[in-house]
């Protein structure tokens, strides 16, 4: 497989332990600096700032009038949306018997800008990183996602604030880890200090310009903004002992029906979770022109098993959110052998309206 991520280390950088290219060198920014810098690279490249909106932050293309706030703890939606849309046209087609193209689908032109998310949490980019190995992997390559992914430049924020829900340590991140990361970032209260981690990340930092070599006191603030963090992490998840189960096992165990009680089936964990895949192609029709249409769909929906013939086999709740747990917490770890299918980020602990909690129904899942 194409590795995560994969940029080849240069003159100026030495290598992580992941293989990744890290550069020698800290910068530090003045936040006002910082957003100058931001607006002038704006105009060749299509950048993605964390924006509060009235009652949450989202992630918004830096434009005219819009104020990016780096003072936030997470967005409420992952900024996966900027990489694999909620709905996208795929294909259009001619449907005038006139045109000699009658019903031949063709590529959507797509924008090709290039792309740099500023500011995401390294749990999001973690989460980039797990849904690779679905969309880019040697048997299957999504077009879309891929030319997007890999025209995208990633400039994350560590989290020096993690929330009560927060578990990304436990799950193979950690709130300043660089994985999938071409930059991250320290807030040092009136500064930046800026490492670049792949080649990418350093020409983004070259292209930006200014910053000033950091200091000792620089670094020595950013470790000790770094441990503050570690020590704000609270509730962990387990799953170690989750994949040496047999799936029978868990996939019969009594307490799901116990998990399921309160569920509503809303989708609001899927939708949130920036490692969830899961799509819905729709054919429309307007007029003389057709589209398929790519959407968001969700394994807690009853229609998302429903087949043609009218069968659904997983017509109940419990099944469909036994599914859900299963495939993050089990079958995920059984096909790629990387963890499981979470970065952590706790969106769907914070958010769910009746309160299931992943942790738990993991450490249900180790006891089984």
Not at 80 to 104: G, H, M, Q, T, V
Not at 153 to 167: A, E, Q
Not at 322 to 344: E, I, P
Request: hydrophobic letters at 35%.
């Amino acid at each position: 497989m194409k590795g995560l991520r994969s940029m080849r280390t240069g003159p100026t950088t030495a290598m992580t332990s992941s293989g990744r290219a890290r550069s020698m060198k800290e910068q530090v920014f003045s936040k006002s600096d910082w957003l100058k810098r931001l607006r002038a690279l704006a105009g060749s490249t299509r950048i993605y700032v964390p924006v509060k909106e009235p009652e949450f932050h989202v992630f918004r293309i830096l434009g005219e009038g819009v104020e990016p706030d780096f003072d936030y703890r997470n967005t409420r939606l992952s900024p996966k949306a900027i990489i694999y849309p909620s709905s996208e046209r795929l294909f259009e087609c001619s449907l005038d018997e006139k045109d000699p193209a009658c019903n031949i689908f063709k590529d959507v032109d797509k924008d090709r800008t290039p792309l740099a998310i500023v500011g995401i949490r390294p749990c999001d980019a973690h989460g980039f990183g797990i849904v690779q190995r679905n969309f880019d992997n040697p048997e299957y390559k999504d077009p879309w996602w891929v030319s997007r992914f890999e025209s995208c430049t990633l400039i994350g924020l560590g989290c020096s604030s993690p929330g009560s829900t927060c578990f990304c340590s436990s799950v193979g991140g950690g709130p300043f880890s660089e994985k999938l990361l071409d930059v991250l970032l320290w807030d040092l209260g009136d500064q930046f200090m800026a490492r670049a981690v792949t080649q990418k990340g350093e020409t983004f930092l070259a292209q930006a310009g200014g910053g000033a070599e950091a200091d000792q006191v620089a670094k020595k603030k950013a470790e000790e903004v770094e441990k503050s963090a570690a020590k704000r992490l609270g509730r962990t998840i387990s799953a170690d002992r989750i994949r040496g189960k047999k799936i029978n096992d868990l996939f019969n165990a009594d307490f799901w029906e116990d998990v399921a009680f309160g569920c509503i089936n809303c989708g609001t964990c899927t939708y949130l979770c920036p490692t969830c895949w899961c799509f819905d192609i729709q054919d429309e029709v307007f007029g003389k022109t057709g589209d398929r249409i790519r959407n968001w769909d969700s394994c807690m929906f009853p229609l998302f098993t429903l087949h043609g013939s009218g069968h659904n086999p997983r017509d109940k709740k419990v099944q469909r959110l036994r599914q859900r747990f299963m495939h993050k917490l089990k079958y995920y770890q059984d096909k790629y052998n990387a963890g499981v299918q979470c970065s952590g980020c706790g969106r769907c602990v914070q958010h769910c309206p009746v309160n299931i909690d992943i942790r738990e129904v993991a450490d249900r899942m180790n006891n089984v």
